[in-house]
C-alpha cells in the first residue's frame, strides 16, 4: 500500500487556519535550515489513505482476539462518549482547583471504587501504562525501603512465568532480579521461595492468576513468608479480570499493586495505546506514592501532595481521559457486574479449554480461571506443526491469534483469553477454527507453515527488517 | 445494572455443564481457596447507559471550559482539525492490540512508520520509536539512554518545565542516576556554570526549546559545550515550534525529545499526550518502547513490522533497554494526522501565527505596565511581571471567561498564545488588565 508520503502533489493542502490578524514578528535566533518533507495532501486523500489504513488493522470491533494476558474485551461506546465531552477533553491540566471540580471528584470517585475492587487503601493515577505502573509501584516500595534505612534490600524476586515487564520494571527501579523457577503444579515453588528470601530480599513480584491461568492455592503462605522476611508484595494486576468480586490482591497479602485499565475496565487499546496503569497500596505506603492525590473537604475537591512522595512518573496526573472510560464503565457495572464479568471470563475459558483439550496438549490440565494455556510441543516433534503455524493460520478464519510463545515455561505455548464478552457463538466457531487447524495441520504442515494466505500480507521478512533496519521513509532524490 | 457479558443466565447454565461444573460456585471451589474469598463488593449498584452518561455529564459539567485560553507551561490549546478526530475514531484504530501480528495489523504499523518518518522530519535525526507516555517520560527516558558505565551524571538546566525535571528526578532515583541541576540565569541556562560542572562522569546536559520561560536558548553553544566534556546533548523540543526554529539536529543533539500534544491532542487535564523521541543512528539501539521497520512478506509486498525487538522487554528481561510494552500509538497516529492534515506550509504557518501572537500581546502588555521579565528572545510564552498581585489579574479574566497566564509566584505570569488566540481576544485580555492595574 502506499505510504502518505507517496500521495497527494506539491502545492496540495487543507483549509485549516485562519490568516495573520497583527503584525508577523518572529523571533531573531537561528531558523531551520532544512524545510521538513510532511505530505502535501487534499483533506480528501488523507481521509481515504487512513480508511485505507483502518482496513488493514483489527480490532476488537472486527471478530473475536483471544490474546492471552491481553483482556481484549469488549470497548463500550459509552466509555468513549464520557471522555469527549468537553468538560472532560478541553480542561487544562494547570486550571484552578475551583474549576476543575468535577474532573477531581471524578479522580476521587474512581479511586474509591477500585481500591474496593481491589482490597487497597490507595490508588495514583499518573502512570500511563501496565509497564509504567510496575515501575511506580517498585518505586513506592524503594521510597519505603529507604524510609526505613533498609537500602540494603535491592533484590526482588520474580518467578519465571512473570511477563517481561516485571524484571525490567525491577531493573529500571534499581533493583537485581532473582528468578525462581515455578513447581511443577504450575505455581510458586514454596522452597524456592523460601531459599530466595532474606535480609536482601525487597519484595516479591506475582500476578495472581499467573501467567497459566492458574490461581495459586498457596497465595496466603506464600505472601507471608515475603512478609516474614521483611519484604514487600507486589501484585502485577494484568490479570485482574479473573478475580474481581471474587478474591482481592489486599486480602491475599499484596501490598502494592498495578491495574490495567485498558484491559480489565474495557477502555481500549489504540494499537498500543493510550493505557492506564493506576498503582494501589496499602495505608502504609499512601504517603510515598507519586503525583497528586485528591482530598475531599466539606464537598470540596483538594489536590494534595503525599507527604514523602516518591516524585512524579509523569507529567500531570496520568491518562486521565481513560482513567474517565474506566470510570463510566465501573459506574455502569456496579455491585453485581463487576463479579459477573469475571465469573463469565472464567467460565468462557474453562468452556473451550474442555472442547479443545482432546486434540491440543494442555500442560495444565485442570481448570483455569480466565484464559488458559496450550502447547503443541508435541505435534512440533510428530510433524513439525508450530504454535506460531496455528495461530498465523487462525487469521484465515478472521480470528485473531493469541498471545504466542509465552509464557516461557511452556514450549510451543499458545495462551487463550476469550474474555466475558464473547458469545457462545463466537466461542464455538473459535472451537472449530482451532480443530480444523489441528487436522489440517496434521495431514498438511507445509500448507499450515505458509498460512496466512487470505491476509493483506503473508508473513514477513522479520530477519531482514532487525538487520538492515529502514525505520523511516526516505524521497527519491 | 449495565453489562456486556452476552451469555443469557440459561447459556451460561450450558457452558458450565458442558464445562463440567455444577454451579459458577463449583467452577470458583476448584481454584479458589475459600479464605481469599471476598464477599459482595461495596460499590453502588449498577447503571443503565443513560444514567451513566448522565453522572458523568453532571461532573464534566463542574469543571469549567473557558472560551479562550492563554495558558501553556506544558500544555496547549491548539486548533485540532475535524480530520484528525474522525480518522482516530475509526473503531479499528481505537479497538486493536499493540501490533504483534503484523498481518492483519498493516495499517497500525504503517501508520506508525509513517509518523517516525515525520518525527525524523521534524527534529532532523535519523531515528524515531514509536512513542512513549509524554513529554516528560520521553525527557527521562532521553537522559537514561545516555547513561555509560563511567559516565552515571546528569545535568538539567534549571530552566527546563518543573513537570519535567520532577519526572526526569524520579527515573534517576530509580536509575540510581545523580541529578545535578544547572542554574539559571537572567531566564537561560548559566552556560559558564555548565561548563564548571561538566566532567568525566556527565553522561548527558538535557535543556529545551523554548525552554519554561518560552525562551530561545543559545542552544548551539550549550551542545558544544556538553560535547567539549564528552557528554551527550538531549533536547527537549516544542514540535509545533519546529515548524520554524533551528532544529535538534541543526544544534547538534544526540536525542531529541518533546511533548506531541500540541500536535493534535486535546488539553485533557494533562493526559492522554505524546512524548516523542528522536536519536542519532549511533543511539538507535538504545532507544526505549517500540520501533517499526520495513520489510517485505515471501512474496516481496512492502511490509511494516515491529523490529529491533532485541532491546525490549519481552525478549530481553531484566537485561532490556526499557520496560514500556504500552506506548501511546494512538496518539501517534493522531500527531501524524495532525502534521499530514497541515503539510509543510501549514506546520510553518502555525509557528509564525503563535509566535507573532505572542510578541503582539507582549508589546500591548509592556505598554500598559506589564514589562518582560526576561530580556530574551521568545517563540510562543513569555513572562511578564505585574504590578498588582497575580492572582487579582487571573481572577478578573476568569470572570470573562478567560483562563489568564500561569502565576509564577504573586508577581509574575507566564503568557502563551497559539494560532486560536485573535486579536479581539488579545484585546480584550488587555483591557481587563489595564483596568485591574488602575484599580
Known amino acids: 500500500m502506499k505510504l ?19 503584525p508577523e514578528c518572529l523571533p531573531d535566533v537561528p531558523g531551520r535550515k532544512t524545510v521538513p518533507h510532511l505530505p502535501e495532501v487534499s483533506e480528501n486523500e488523507l481521509s481515504r489513505h487512513y480508511t485505507e489504513l483502518a482496513k488493514q488493522t483489527y480490532g476488537v470491533n472486527d471478530g473475536f482476539y483471544p490474546l492471552g494476558s491481553c483482556t481484549m474485551k469488549y470497548n463500550p461506546k459509552v466509555n468513549e462518549e464520557a471522555a469527549a465531552l468537553p468538560g472532560f ?56 525501603l529507604k524510609s526505613r534505612g533498609e537500602e540494603h534490600r535491592k533484590k526482588i524476586i520474580v518467578p519465571d512465568s512473570a511477563h517481561g515487564t516485571n524484571p525490567a520494571s525491577a531493573v529500571m527501579a534499581g533493583f537485581t532480579i532473582v528468578n525462581i523457577p515455578s513447581g511443577a503444579d504450575g505455581c510458586v515453588d514454596l522452597e524456592s521461595l523460601r531459599n530466595a528470601v532474606g535480609e536482601d530480599t525487597a519484595g516479591l513480584m506475582l500476578t495472581n492468576p499467573n501467567t497459566l491461568g492458574l490461581f495459586d492455592r498457596n497465595i496466603l503462605e506464600i505472601t507471608r513468608i515475603v512478609h516474614e522476611a521483611g519484604g ?17 490482591p489486599g486480602d491475599m497479602g499484596f501490598d502494592v499493586i498495578h491495574l490495567n485499565l485498558h484491559k480489565t475496565f474495557s477502555t481500549p487499546h489504540g494499537g498500543g495505546g493510550p493505557g492506564s496503569g493506576p498503582v ?10 507519586p503525583g497528586i492525590r485528591v482530598n475531599c473537604k466539606d464537598g470540596v475537591f483538594h489536590m494534595e501532595h503525599p507527604e514523602r512522595t516518591l516524585g512524579s512518573v509523569k507529567a500531570f496526573y496520568g491518562n486521565f481521559l481513560v482513567v474517565v472510560k474506566a470510570l463510566t464503565y465501573v459506574l455502569m457495572l456496579g455491585r453485581e457486574g463487576i463479579p459477573e464479568a469475571s465469573s463469565n471470563a472464567v467460565l468462557n475459558a474453562n468452556y473451550m479449554m474442555r472442547k479443545l483439550e482432546d486434540l491440543y496438549d494442555m500442560p495444565y490440565p485442570d481448570a483455569c480461571m480466565h484464559e488458559f494455556v496450550m502447547s503443541l510441543e508435541r505435534q512440533k516433534h510428530e510433524n513439525g506443526v508450530t504454535a506460531m503455524d496455528v495461530a498465523k493460520s487462525l487469521q484465515d478464519y478472521g480470528i485473531h491469534p493469541p498471545t504466542m510463545y509465552f509464557p516461557l515455561i511452556v514450549h510451543e505455548a499458545l495462551m487463550v483469553e476469550p474474555t466475558e464478552t464473547e458469545s457462545k457463538e463466537t466461542l464455538d466457531a473459535a472451537i472449530q477454527a482451532f480443530r480444523e ?31 538492515k533496519p529502514v525505520l523511516r521513509y526516505s524521497w527519491p532524490d | 445494572m449495565g453489562s456486556y457479558v452476552i451469555s443469557t443466565k440459561q447459556e451460561q447454565q450450558e457452558l458450565l455443564k458442558e464445562a463440567g461444573f455444577a454451579s459458577f460456585e463449583d467452577l470458583f471451589a476448584h481454584q479458589i481457596p475459600p479464605e481469599v474469598r471476598c464477599g459482595e463488593l461495596n460499590l453502588p449498584e449498577g447503571l443503565s447507559e443513560l444514567e451513566a452518561l448522565e453522572q458523568m455529564q453532571e461532573l464534566a459539567g463542574r469543571n469549567r471550559v473557558f472560551r479562550s485560553i492563554f495558558r501553556g507551561a506544558g500544555a496547549y490549546d491548539h486548533y485540532i482539525p475535524a480530520i484528525v478526530k474522525s480518522v482516530t475514531s475509526k473503531e479499528e484504530f481505537v479497538t486493536a492490540y499493540t501490533p504483534y501480528q503484523a498481518e492483519i495489523s498493516q495499517g497500525v504499523l504503517q501508520s506508525i512508520f509513517e509518523y517516525q518518518t515525520m518525527i525524523c522530519e521534524l527534529t532532523g535525526m535519523d531515528v524515531s520509536n514509536a512513542s512513549v507516555y509524554d513529554g516528560a517520560t520521553a525527557a527521562a527516558e532521553g537522559v537514561a539512554m545516555c547513561r555509560d558505565r563511567r559516565r552515571t551524571r546528569i545535568l538539567v538546566s534549571a530552566c527546563v518545565k518543573p513537570e519535567t525535571l520532577k519526572v526526569i528526578r524520579t527515573y534517576c532515583f530509580g536509575n540510581d542516576l545523580a541529578l545535578e541541576i544547572v542554574p539559571e540565569k537572567d531566564g537561560r541556562t548559566d552556560q559558564e556554570a555548565l561548563q564548571e560542572m561538566l566532567g568525566a562522569d556527565t553522561a548527558c546536559f538535557y535543556a529545551e526549546e523554548p525552554n519554561y520561560y518560552g525562551i530561545v536558548e543559545e542552544y548551539q553553544t550549550l551542545g558544544e559545550l556538553a560535547h567539549r566534556a564528552g557528554a551527550k546533548y538531549v533536547l527537549g523540543c516544542n514540535p ?12 547538534g543533539a544526540d536525542v531529541a525529545v518533546g511533548e506531541g500534544q500540541p500536535l493534535g491532542l486535546p488539553l485533557a487535564f494533562g493526559g492522554p499526550y505524546l512524548g516523542f523521541m528522536a536519536a542519532t543512528k549511533d543511539m538507535m539501539r538504545k532507544l526505549p518502547g517500540r520501533i517499526v521497520g520495513e520489510t517485505t512478506d515471501h512474496e516481496g509486498r512492502r511490509a511494516f513490522v515491529l523490529t529491533l525487538q532485541a532491546r525490549e522487554q519481552h525478549i530481553r528481561r531484566e537485561k532490556a533497554s526499557s520496560n514500556i510494552c504500552s506506548n501511546q500509538a494512538l496518539c501517534a497516529m ?8 497541515l503539510g509543510t506550509k501549514g506546520l510553518s504557518d502555525a509557528a509564525v501565527l503563535c509566535t507573532s ?7 500591548e502588555l509592556e505598554g500598559i505596565g506589564y514589562p518582560l521579565r526576561y530580556e530574551a528572545p521568545f517563540f510562543h510564552e513569555f513572562v511578564t511581571r505585574t504590578p498588582v498581585a497575580a492572582s487579582r489579574v487571573l481572577s478578573a479574566l476568569e470572570e470573562r471567561g478567560i483562563l489568564g497566564g500561569l502565576p509564577l509566584g504573586e508577581k509574575e505570569i507566564l503568557w502563551c498564545t497559539t494560532e486560536k488566540n485573535t486579536k479581539r481576544q488579545m484585546d480584550e485580555v488587555v483591557e481587563v488588565l489595564k483596568e485591574v492595574a488602575k484599580a
Open chain 2, 240 to 251: 509545533i515550534a519546529l515548524g520554524l526554529l533551528a532544529t535538534p539536529a541543526e544544534y
Open chain 1, 437 to 467: 487447524i489441528f487436522a489440517h495441520a496434521a495431514e498438511n504442515p507445509a500448507e499450515a507453515a505458509a498460512s496466512p494466505k487470505t491476509t493483506p500480507i503473508g508473513r514477513p521478512d522479520e530477519v531482514q527488517a532487525a538487520r
Open chain 2, 334 to 341: 493522531t500527531a501524524a494526522v495532525y502534521l499530514a492534515a
Open chain 1, 89 to 144: 477533553a478541553q480542561i487544562h491540566p494547570l486550571q484552578p482547583e475551583h474549576t476543575v471540580q468535577g474532573a477531581l471528584e471524578a479522580l476521587h470517585t474512581v479511586e474509591q471504587e477500585l481500591c474496593e475492587i481491589t482490597g487497597m487503601d490507595a490508588m495514583t493515577f499518573q502512570p500511563a501504562a501496565g509497564a509504567h505502573g510496575e515501575f511506580t509501584g517498585l518505586l513506592t516500595i524503594k521510597a519505603y
Open chain 1, 4 to 22: 502518505i508520503f507517496e500521495r497527494g502533489k506539491a502545492g496540495r493542502a487543507l483549509s485549516i487556519l485562519p490568516p495573520l490578524d497583527v
Open chain 1, 280 to 289: 494501589g497500596c496499602k495505608a502504609f505506603l499512601r504517603e510515598f506514592l
Open chain 2, 357 to 363: 501572537k505572542a510578541h503582539y500581546l507582549q508589546k
Open chain 1, 232 to 248: 514487600l508484595c507486589y501484585y502485577d494486576g494484568a490479570n485482574l479480570n479473573a478475580v474481581m468480586g471474587l478474591a482481592r
